[in-house]
């Protein structure tokens, strides 16, 4: 049984930092792309980044790309999401999930197969 667990949210102000992280556990995932969702109260769940099994491919959804950076460490079985210059806008439950496909980028949800269960991060102006 796969298991995804995110960690590092919390409260921080507009133009600050934050690196969640996404511990995984139940398979060796370093075959597997990863990549990291929010869903904001009231809106859909969306995209943010994804990061191919070896870490050589990285993708970005346009709202995030230049300030957030997503990484791996297959060793640790972990991925990563540093957040730098941070927005209210940013505000959001953010996901962390895997994906078996061989397909690339992997921008949507039912791409997919397990997902954590989420970690909030919250923007203040």
């Known amino acids: 049984q796969v298991q995804l667990v995110e960690s590092g949210g919390g409260l921080v102000q507009a133009g600050g930092s934050l690196r969640l992280s996404c511990a995984a556990s139940g398979r060796t995932f370093s075959s597997d792309a990863m990549g990291w969702f929010r869903q904001a109260p009231g809106k859909e769940r969306e995209f943010v980044a994804a990061i191919t099994g070896s870490g050589s491919s990285t993708y970005y959804a346009d709202s995030v790309k230049g300030r957030f950076t997503i990484s791996r460490d297959n060793a640790k079985n972990t991925v990563y999401l540093q957040m730098n210059s941070l927005k209210p806008e940013d505000t959001a439950v953010y996901y962390c999930?895997?994906?078996?496909?061989?397909?690339?980028?992997?921008?949507?949800?039912?791409?997919?197969?397990?997902w954590g269960q989420g970690t909030q991060v919250t923007v203040s102006s």
């Open positions: 999930a895997i994906s078996y496909s061989s397909r690339w980028p992997l921008t949507m949800r039912y791409q997919y197969a397990y």
